[in-house]
């Protein structure tokens, strides 16, 4: 399977995530009417979505770029560094947001399920680890290019 340039897998996944970064800021615009269309009302866990949200379109805002480069077919480069850098930033604010919320639920909403908040927050602590790992690799991959570059 062709995974660079324009009919590649990256290609595909670009304009997937096109599609969610449109559906999500509609959605996130929407989302004070939405609660207020069924009636829920507005406490402290719906004002923690609203800044999750946010980091979540720029996640995907940033992959796009990335995969860009992709169908550039020049995926080594120190732009996709620090886009990588603002993605693994973004996933450890949800993780600090994520167990925010899990406290607030296991001290304020004691029947509330704190479990799945709590395992949100891990995974994107372990999602912003991988993502340093990844940012670096990238790093030494474009030493080697521009080295491997110099020498021919």
């Known amino acids: ?68 480069s992709l169908e550039e077919d020049n995926p080594f480069n120190e732009e996709n560094i620090q886009r990588l850098k603002v993605t693994m930033w973004s996933s450890f604010s949800l993780a600090i947001l994520f167990f925010i919320e899990a406290l607030l639920a296991g001290f304020i909403y004691t029947d509330r399920n704190v479990y799945f908040v709590s395992f949100l927050s891990i995974l994107f602590l372990g999602i912003s680890i991988a993502l340093h790992i990844i940012k670096e690799l990238f790093g030494k991959a474009i030493n080697y290019k521009q080295e491997n570059e110099l020498t021919i």
């Open 1 to 68: 399977m062709k995974v660079f340039g324009n009919k590649g897998l990256g290609a595909f996944l670009k304009v997937m995530l096109q599609i969610s970064l449109i559906l999500g800021v509609m959605l996130l615009l929407c989302f004070p009417y939405i609660l207020h269309l069924v009636h829920e009302k507005w406490n402290i866990f719906w004002a923690i979505i609203i800044p999750c949200g946010m980091l979540c379109l720029i996640i995907i805002y940033e992959f796009i770029g990335m995969f860009k």
